[in-house]
């Protein structure tokens, strides 16, 4: 594990007022965030305002600053508007989502279809994804590189509607095979992170060769970050998880832990069928060792992440990279 | 009115491959929609392909085609990708809207969430959304021309989204004055129109100073197509409108032909409260002027955007514009 007060002595004194460093940038994208949910239009800004009570842990934000960090240790100011897009992005998924899975809470608090309606939420889904796209769209590209961050968001969120409509459509079924829910987190939680990675290298002066090891550190913490979300499901309390648990189960949304113990535990299925308690089931699902295979997976993602994180840009960057990765796997 | 077959002499011939003439950028747009559609992922291909049994009339595809003519009369090539994105975008908030609005049909035939369930159709929205926004991404800009498609797009789709979230949070309002009324639909039809009009004028080589122009006739023209939609739900017949008719009234949409009825007939409210039936309502709205007075509004927007479109480019470029108002304005 490192140390977070290590990093300060990396950064050399910023060399103008438009490149600033990492924690100035992460404080300024958080108040970005907070700053479009508070002052949206009035017709929408008792619901933004709800959403702003529950801050998630911004560890997209966080990820693309890390990846935007330059050689030089510093950050380009306009990296803060795109952070705060990935995690506008991320909340318009997230409101979408729950209306999709039934969620009736999320981060501590109810879930915004339930507090204000599904219609609505509809629309403050929608609202987000366009407020994001307004955020990335202001940046310009390096003038070196043709890319720009929003063209490369699209084809992600493309992936990202594929892998919920992939879930939607499997929902309830105990035939799921593990390489189909590897489909389905690859596209509903990795192509963002994915998506953040790839902006974060855009954002920074690393050689476009580097672009490919970026996009599959994302790729890798992605999946590592919903392994971890559906281990939580059966592992921890509601107070912990901020929201109700074995949820994922409840709701007919078959995760890893799980498809692991019905391969394990012929008997599990049958039991299923005939009506199990929450406790019966997640108790069965340890016993047939689904969280610790899943845990197994989490810690191949892991070294993966790390061995590649270790391929890219300065120390700095990467001893933030690993703080991240070490947040993401905490169970 | 102009003849349409006086367009074939306008044209000169094609200087080159990637520049093509308005009527075959708008037979490649077209089709390029119906690929999208019917080649959409196993998962959703069921529901686009509902979506793809009924085109709509393309006005909004023809509008930037026709804004993308260049002064030699040719369109660039890539315009057939923008052509086909707003139509995408289009469609992707008809099914979103369906779903606010509790609408049964569209376009003659069940709306999305009808026949697919609300969920599914939520995702389906996102989904075109996003492949909307890919297509329109592709698109590079002209050298002498800093404002990029995709970079346009997102804050008119913003204010698309606040008058969707206006109109629903005035379901059932019978004091929803005119001036809020056009304020609901400046967004939630005439902004997608602006933004069609302004891509298009930056796929042409008209000269910067001539954007207000574009961008305000496509306010115009799309005002006028509300108006005129709202008018239908007056006086069409389902098979006309090839929706069912008086269906905002029931939905609790208040549009203008009602709201200057209730302003003209002070007992029409008191009838309203104690229940009209549909044929009622209808016949008290006509006699009361509502409809007569929404056909003056829109014949001032006709005027208005008449007079637009003739300082727009060229020959070629104004007569397409006008058959395209013709076409709006036709009740």
């Not at 479009?36 to 693309?64: D, E, F, M, Y």
């Not at 499901?233 to 995760?255: E, H, M």
């Amino acid at each position: 594990m490192i140390n977070k007060s290590s990093l300060a002595i990396i950064s050399e004194p910023c060399p103008s007022t438009d490149r600033i460093e990492y924690d100035e940038a992460l404080r300024l994208s958080e108040l970005e965030v907070r700053k479009c949910l508070k002052t949206a239009p009035p017709l929408i800004r008792r619901q933004t305002s709800h959403l702003a009570r529950a801050a998630g842990k911004g560890i997209r934000a966080r990820a693309l600053l890390a990846c935007s960090i330059s050689s030089d240790g510093f950050i380009r100011h306009d990296a803060v508007n795109v952070a705060a897009a990935v995690e506008l992005l991320h909340l318009a998924t997230l409101i979408h989502d729950d209306i999709i899975d039934d969620a009736e809470m999320r981060r501590g608090i109810d879930a915004l279809h339930v507090k204000f309606g599904e219609k609505t939420a509809v629309l403050c889904g929608d609202f987000l994804f366009c407020l994001a796209f307004d955020l990335a769209s202001s940046i310009s590209p390096r003038e070196t590189d043709k890319d720009k961050i929003d063209d490369v968001l699209p084809p992600y969120l493309t992936e990202i509607c594929l892998g919920e409509i992939r879930e939607f459509s499997n929902t309830g079924n105990l035939d799921l095979t593990e390489r189909e829910y590897f489909r389905i987190i690859s596209g509903k939680t990795a192509a963002l992170f994915q998506a953040t990675f790839h902006a974060g290298f855009l954002l920074s002066d690393e050689p476009r060769e580097a672009k490919d090891a970026y996009i599959e550190t994302g790729k890798q913490m992605g999946i590592l970050f919903q392994l971890v979300d559906d281990c939580l499901d059966f592992v921890s309390s509601k107070k912990k998880a901020k929201k109700p648990v074995l949820t994922d189960c409840r709701r007919g949304v078959v995760t890893l832990p799980l498809i692991y113990a019905l391969r394990a535990d012929n008997t599990l299925r049958g039991k299923m069928e005939n009506g199990l308690s929450e406790q019966e089931l997640k108790a069965a699902v340890i016993a047939a060792g689904g969280v610790e295979y899943t845990q197994s997976k989490i810690k191949n993602c892991r070294s993966k992440a790390k061995k590649l994180i270790s391929s890219l840009g300065s120390e700095n960057k990467q001893i933030r990279l690993e703080l991240l990765l070490d947040k993401a796997a905490a169970l």
